[in-house]
């Protein structure tokens, strides 16, 4: 059963949070790793605030690109309630990695609609595996709120089928290139996930 | 989007479907490649514009970019052009005749299916124009078929003397996944335009001749989607049920069935009946899995070939393998598959009660919402506070006016609908509507895109409605893509910037009835809509300010909220921006003994874009510049 074993990756999120960047980086290292790799994820209209999911399957060979409801392994939520609205798509052994930062839409300010009371409770609820943190405050710590993408990616590099340092060393190089200043960086917010994942 | 290598002896690499069409269409040599921007298939041309020698366009609407396409082709260049569903239908009128005509050299029509409505307003299933046209219809199943059924596209056009419709989908234009390509070859017919009037003069007379040689060219074709390699029949282990299908839907079946039999159509217009047939002699019961309409089903169904497909299967959406394994388990008589086998089983306990466990979709809707400082956002204040309208709007970010907290769009239907809906409201208006005020609302690129033409019927006909032409100056949904509004061409490069006054004016529009504001200034903007819905006569509102998403907008430090001054009133919010946010409520009695809600609020500095717009509707002056904030 296992020749064609396939790892299925969801990260979820919000529109301009870096969920599509996570998982082309997610993609590109399975990828250097050997692996047949799909990726999709429903954009669109995704980059004015709404959900954004981004589906990344590695294996010998992938078919469908598409992730069903209750076959991912890891779930990258990049937002506590977004995390709540896919837990769902997890298999029963999967993994929850939650950054806790809340971001309300304009439906919640108008007092439309609530934002759930304890996310993360209803998520342990569940009885899945989870690790929830606030990688939002990590990133705003070193002093760029868009690392967030690299310390989550640093919080499942300990969950995949190959070393945490190859995926660190694939966002590292997407910077030596164009950014070389931002390296130390990335490798810092990249430690402090990995770090803050085993801590919760 | 990272650099295309031009030149690459057999490369691998990770890309999605559209840009595999772009690639491959350039390998085969294309020279010209023409668009409207439309989701899913925008970055076909984009990638299409990074590549060398081929030249590229951004088109102002679909059926122009088919006939640059056909143009091309005629002049003897192989030639592509790319839309979404939608855009076929504006196109349409050109695709009706050029099939009649035939191509010079090879001409590929790449359409994009949202199948499951990403963003789009309605789910159409582009392989009815195959039938409809006379014309093949390709399919690829992921981003490497999607690269050589694209060069495949240009030789079938060519040999056949047709258009070819590529038909992909929203899981082939955004998947990725490993293509394995080459290097560019060259393609041009030496004999460049060959005058043939009795092809290309689509008189009656000359189509009646041509359309004994369309059908003709149809049965050939028929005859080759017998017998060509891109329709196969897989053969399988479990002989229960066989499989016809195309597209992705084919991965999503192998997947979920991978030891049944498959027919897989590659080329799945004209429709290879005799392998079908043959497959249907392997198999206890064909079924049918196609995205989206039973086009294939009712055609073999006339055929008398008995299968089943929309009976088990739904019509609306994706046929992934979570909606195919219930239907079939169904259909064998088994009990569904459980969810994935597991190393060690957990139990699962019951999840809370507002969650659906299938789809886990039970939290709160986060709708697409317009951006901080969106130029929009002070329209639609504006819009939301005028009472007695009925407001038509149109295609683009600006749809989202319809929403809350504005409710300022009445209807939406298609590219440029907005000018000739409203004129409709107004001539045909009866006594109950006889004081509302008809408000069109447009933006620049959809304005050119096909609005133009129901301004000049609304100037020509009396008309009397208040047009809003929300000029950001760029394709704002699909990315930011540029247009003559923008004044840059698809390279990024200097072109003509197009002067929406003197369009206005050109198209019948009285100079005095034409206002330019800016969409930040609420009172002159406010002013402008207020005076201009009172004279009944057309006019035309133009604002100036550029889409935050792209280069010509530049931020301005945040603002934020004083909480000692906030009271609490909540008109902020009515202005819709996402950095706004609500820090805690309360109700409070009135002297009069009514209830009132409060909503106190902040502003995410980190998002805030200082467009100086919340500012206007704050009645105790609470939001003011972050900087002076801190210096008090």
Known sequence: MNENKITNILVAGIGGQGVMTAAEVLSQTALSQGFDVKKTEVAGMAQRGGVVTSHVRFGAQVLSPAIPPGEADILVGFEPAEALR???????????????????????SL??????????????????????????AIARELGNFKLVNTVMLGAI???????????????????RGRKPELVEINDKAFELGRKASAEH | MSAVPPLAENHRRFMSGNEAVARGAWEAGCNVAAAYPGTPSTEILEYASQLPDMYSEWSINEKVSLEVAIGASLAGSRSLCAMKHVGLNVASDALMSQTLAGVGAGLVIAVADDVGLSSSQNEQ???????????PVLEPADAQEAFDYTKRAFEIS?????????????????VKGVVTFGNRTSFSKAEGF?????????????????????????????????????????????SRIGFITSGPTYMHVKEAYPNAAVIKLGLSYPVPFAKIRELATQVDQLVIAEEVEPILETELKAAGIELLGKEILPRIGELSPNVLRPAISKLLGEEAPEVAPTKTPIEIKPPVARIDPATGIDVFPRPPTMCVACPHLGIYYCLSKIRNTTISGDIGCYTLGAGHPWNALDTTICMGASMGIA????????????????????GDSTFMHMGMQGLLDITYNKGNVTILLLDNRAVGMTGGQDNPASG??????????IDFRKLCEALGVKPERIHEVNPYELPSLFTALRDEVKIPEPSVIITNQPCVLIDFYGAQPAFTVDDDKCTGCGNCLDIGCPAILVTRRETVIKPNGSEKELAFVKIESGACTGCDLCPKTCGPDAILPLADYIRQ
């Open chain 1, 86 to 108: 896919w837990i769902s798509h997890l298999r029963p052994t999967g993994v929850a990695m939650i950054n806790t930062t809340r971001q309300e839409p304009p439906v919640v």
């Open chain 1, 111 to 136: 007092g439309l609609y609530d934002y759930p009371e304890d996310p993360i409770g209803e998520i342990a609820a569940t009885g899945i595996e989870y690790h929830a943190f606030d990688a939002g």
């Open chain 1, 157 to 175: 590099s300990e969950l995949l089928p190959f070393p945490a340092e190859v995926l660190k060393n694939e966002i590292l190089d997407r910077f």
């Open chain 2, 125 to 135: 299933d582009s392989r009815f124009w195959g039938r409809f046209a006379h014309v």
């Open chain 2, 158 to 174: 060519e040999q056949f003397n047709t258009p070819v419709i590529l038909r992909l989908t929203t899981r082939i234009c955004h």
């Open chain 2, 194 to 238: 060959v005058k043939d009037p009795g092809r290309y003069i689509m008189t009656p007379g000359i189509a009646k001749k041509r359309l004994p040689m369309m059908f003709e060219r149809e049965a050939e074709m028929q005859r080759y989607s017998e017998v060509c390699d891109l329709n196969v029949i897989e053969e399988g282990s479990d």
């Open chain 2, 423 to 442: 004129h409709g409201l107004d001539k045909g208006r009866v006594e109950a509507d006889k004081d509302k005020k008809i408000i069109a609302v447009i």
């Open chain 2, 488 to 497: 840059r061409d698809i390279h990024g490069q200097d072109a003509m910037k």
